[in-house]
């Protein structure tokens, strides 16, 4: 791959990377492997990982000064882009009043309210500093809630690190799994099944044989994470019946789709309630934050007053909360997400167009403001098919995408997210840059 980054990429840009090497060389000397998130390292695509310096609506700018319009957001907590001034100013505001207590706000609860107004099924919630910390928290209280310990997951499907959830499917539907990260006891991996996204059938013969057994089934309801995969027709509604029938809890993995692809998160888009819902990136407005909340008498077993232990030093922090309900006030507006997918169609369609015109195979998923461009001709609708992918490939188009100024993941396996800041400029230079891409990647040799 490093001759076609010459050719596409590093070779455009070489004296305007310097410092970003440079920066990479010394964190390397105190960070493992120079960050402080995997991804990050451009390990998946190679070529040097920008340092950013700051950013500004749709555009981050490098330590180097090149400029780029940024289509990862942070991961997709800034649905507003970068540094939206009404986030700026209230995060000020909340810093100046001190910030943190490690007591009670009233802006917790304002953040709460605004976030159960959202998500009716969300009858109490509890503030977290991180998506992984409440995934973890919702988990424990779902094994304590139905005093079962086994749970479901699906393959490409990521709920942070914690150990329970850092589990590959065992071999055959029928295995519990093993552990995807050295350091998780295979004895608890043996507790999470995975199983193909997108297939019910499988979970419903799952259920049949260890249905007394399995406290919840955990789900992205619409997969982020092996790059956007949508959920089938009625995978959900599935998914909701049959964990009814056997007892266990619906857990919907909202980190990436609450406030996303719509108010109300996949939810309000598919019309299927959870049994607990965890919620992060957005509702921090771009701080850390995660939230996990569900049925009043699930939640009513945390303590104090209930036996399950769940706590955090820095959870409902003043300043995050400041960030998150400013950011979730703007997307009250009306016609915000109309006019996000307005914009991320076109984006969507002028890639696929211009894919087509240089005669390069690729797929692309969209859910509303995320999507995903997959280099190959089959649909993926599963890890699986995601995994076919010619990622090559796609190393090529992100180097090809960065020298022309577009900052997309450094993975296949990863969302583009659309703000309300990309304007349809950005759109238009972002189209005309894949299409240059694009002929480079069909010239032969
Ligand atoms: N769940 C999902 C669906 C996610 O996408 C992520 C992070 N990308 C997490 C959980 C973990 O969140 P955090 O990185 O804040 O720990």
Redesign the pocket.
């Known amino acids: 791959m490093a001759a076609v980054h010459e050719h596409l990429g590093e070779a455009m840009t070489k004296d305007k990377l310097k410092k970003s090497q440079v920066a990479f060389e010394r964190a390397k000397k105190s960070i493992a492997h120079g960050v402080n998130?995997p991804v990050r390292a451009f390990g998946a695509v190679g070529g040097t990982p920008r340092f950013i310096a700051k950013g500004r609506g749709s555009h981050v700018t490098d330590i180097d000064g090149n400029d780029y319009v940024d289509y990862v957001m942070s991961?997709?907590p800034l649905i507003l882009g970068h540094a939206r001034p009404s986030v700026v100013e209230a995060i000020e505001r909340a810093a100046r009043e001190g910030s943190s207590f490690g007591a009670p706000t009233e802006r917790e609860t304002a953040l709460a309210e605004e976030i159960k107004d959202a998500f009716p099924s969300m009858e109490l919630l509890r503030m977290t500093s991180?998506?992984?910390?409440?995934?973890m928290s919702a988990v424990r209280l779902a094994r304590a809630f139905t005093g079962r310990a086994k749970l479901v997951k699906f393959d490409g499907?990521?709920?942070?690190?914690s150990d329970s959830l850092l589990v590959k499917a065992g071999s055959g539907a029928t295995t519990f799994g093993h552990p995807s990260s050295p350091g998780v006891p295979s004895a608890l991996a043996r507790e999470t099944v995975s199983l193909r996204y997108n297939d019910a059938d499988m979970l419903s013969g799952l259920l049949q044989r260890h249905g007394d057994d399995v406290a919840a089934v955990i789900v992205?309801p619409v997969a982020?994470?092996m790059g956007v995969v949508a959920p089938a027709e009625g995978f959900l509604k599935a998914l909701r019946e049959l964990t009814r029938k056997r007892g266990a809890l619906l857990i919907f993995?909202?980190?990436?789709t609450g406030f996303r692809i719509a108010r109300g998160g996949a939810q309000e888009r598919f019309g299927v309630s959870a049994d607990l819902t965890?919620l992060?990136?957005i509702i921090g407005g771009g701080l850390?934050v995660?939230c996990f909340g569900g049925r009043k008498e699930i939640m009513e077993k945390l303590s104090p007053r209930g036996p399950v232990y769940q706590a955090g030093t820095l959870s409902g922090n003043p300043i995050a909360t400041a960030a998150g309900l400013a950011t979730l006030k703007e997307l009250r507006k009306r016609d915000v997400y109309r006019r996000l997918e307005t914009k991320s169609r076109r984006l969507a369609r002028g890639l696929v167009n211009e894919a087509r015109r240089a005669g390069v195979a690729v797929t692309l998923n969209r859910v509303g403001s995320m999507m995903t461009l997959f280099f190959g001709a089959e649909r993926v609708t599963d890890y699986e098919s995601a995994l076919r992918s010619d990622t090559a490939q796609f190393g090529h188009f992100h180097a090809g995408m960065l020298a022309r100024g577009i900052y997309l993941a450094p993975s296949q396996f990863e969302a583009a997210f659309v703000s309300t800041a990309h304007t349809d400029a950005d759109i238009r230079a972002t189209v005309r840059a894949a299409g240059g891409v694009f002929a480079e990647l069909a010239e032969p040799g």
């Open positions: 998130s991961w997709g991180s998506g992984t910390e409440a995934v499907c990521y709920h942070g690190h992205e982020g994470n993995d909202e980190v990436i965890v992060g990136k850390p995660g």
